[in-house]
């Protein structure tokens, strides 16, 4: 029987994929390309095989999501992340950020949080005794509060790195902390700061995973050999070193997006995540708002990016 043909554009839409994610997959060549141009098709097989519902991956999971380069979607990939694994297993938010934007995007007031990450790892408190619950305005019907929890920041973190850099195993704080509640939270998704101060490097030692958002600008990949030199460094402490994973953010459909894609790929090739996040004004909306975007816009295109991101990451 001939294969089953569809072409890209409808693929994507079909799929609720980015046209660019599915040109990663072929360029990864986990699709088959024909045709050329305009002319692209896929092999349904090949899709459904991709994008199909699969059993989860439930094995414990750190994300950091990381770079030192400000505004590139750090904390918006770390508030979507966090809802879709939730929505699998119960999952913990750390905002490692002084500017305490992912404690906003969750519906708490940083500056009146009694119990931060700046206690955790400034005041050796339990990390057990700094969680809150997130709270949402108009929650889904489904949403099970104890799913999705943060440990929240204020300004105050920042005096972290002054506090604690003197110290023996200074970049294992955090690291140490979470063991106490590995068995509660299989998912944890660390939003770090603009920076590569001791938050960032405690993040990096703690994760199984960096995440590494890069948005579609003119010098978006000029800071990334440093943060690699960093990881680099903190790896060489570690038996286990975390995976490194380049995402495209804010991408459009234009030529400037191409070609920033085309040397992220040059640069990094398989360690590129297939999946792209696409530009949205919904977005913002979601942060003035006060809420995660799945939650605020669970149909918006970028919405349904980030779904798309989770399952490639738990490689369902
Ligand atoms: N996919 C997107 N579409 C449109 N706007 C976006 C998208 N992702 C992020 N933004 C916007 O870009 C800005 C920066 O996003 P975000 O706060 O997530 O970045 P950040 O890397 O955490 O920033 P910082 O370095 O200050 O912590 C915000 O105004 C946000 O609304
Ligand atoms: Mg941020």
């Known amino acids: 029987m001939a294969p089953q043909r569809i072409d890209l554009t409808e693929a994507a839409s079909q799929y609720q994929v980015s046209t660019h994610t599915l040109r990663n997959y072929i360029r990864s060549k986990r699709l088959t390309q024909y045709g050329q141009g305009k002319a692209i098709q896929l092999d349904r097989d090949e899709l459904t095989a991709l994008f199909a519902a699969k059993n989860p991956d439930t094995r414990r999971r750190v994300f950091a999501i990381c770079n030192h380069k400000g505004g590139v979607a750090k ?142 600008g003119a010098f978006s990949l000029r800071g990334t050999v440093k943060l690699l030199e960093i990881m680099r460094h903190v790896s060489e402490e570690l038996a286990d070193a975390p995976n490194v994973w380049f995402l495209a953010t804010r991408v459009e459909p234009n030529q400037f997006t191409e070609d920033v894609l085309d040397q992220l790929w040059q640069a990094y090739d398989n360690r590129v995540l297939n999946t792209v996040i696409r530009k949205a004004v919904d977005v913002g909306r979601s942060q003035m708002y006060r809420c995660p975007l799945p939650v605020m816009f669970p149909n918006n295109m970028t919405t349904h990016d980030y779904a798309a991101l989770t399952r490639e990451l738990l490689n369902e």
């Open 75 to 216: 904390t918006t990939t770390a508030g979507a992340l966090g809802w879709f694994l939730s929505r699998r297993a119960p999952t913990l938010m750390i905002d490692a950020d002084p500017q305490g934007h992912l404690t906003q995007v969750c519906g708490l007031d940083s500056d009146g949080l009694e119990r931060t990450l700046y206690e955790v790892m400034v005041k050796g408190l339990p990390i057990q005794e700094a969680i809150s619950p997130i709270i949402l305005q108009e929650p889904p019907l489904e949403f099970e509060p104890s799913s999705l929890s943060i440990v929240g920041s204020n300004l105050e973190l920042a005096e972290t790195t002054m506090q604690v850099t003197g110290r023996p195993w200074w970049a294992k704080i955090l690291r140490n902390a979470l063991k106490a509640v590995q068995e509660d939270y299989p998912y944890v998704v660390i939003d770090c700061p603009p920076n590569l101060d001791a938050l960032t490097v405690n993040a990096i030692a703690a994760a199984t995973d960096v995440i590494v958002p890069v948005d579609m």
